[in-house]
């Protein structure tokens, strides 16, 4: 039992402060016009910070990510940019795709 205290920590610090928060969304959202100026605002600030996330994590990539070189995450980004636009801006399809594209990179050329 004492190896579990951690993931009870993390469950009770990490994840339920955040849901609190997201149900709290869920019902304040209720009735709002998802065509007004401040939501377009909100929805544009929130995809410019994930955009900044990303853009970090492939140029200076964390972990094993780190040894696979820039050409191929650019690479593998780019494709992975394709698929979302292809298929409608499905951001599944888009991950899923770019992610295919990187181990397919790292298989076929090697390090």
Sequence with gaps: M???????????????PNEM??????????GL??????????RAVATAILTGVVAKIIVFAPGALAGVPL?????????GMLAFLLARQSVFAGVVTGTLALIALDVLVGR
């Excluded at 004492?2 to 339920?16: H, S």
């Design 2 to 16: 004492a190896e579990l205290w951690p993931y009870l920590v993390l469950v009770l610090v990490g994840f339920l």
């Design 21 to 30: 928060w997201r149900w709290l969304g869920v019902v304040f959202s209720r």
């Design 33 to 42: 016009d998802e065509t007004s100026e401040a939501l377009i605002w909100v």
């Design 71 to 79: 050409w191929m995450r650019l690479g593998a980004t780019v494709v």
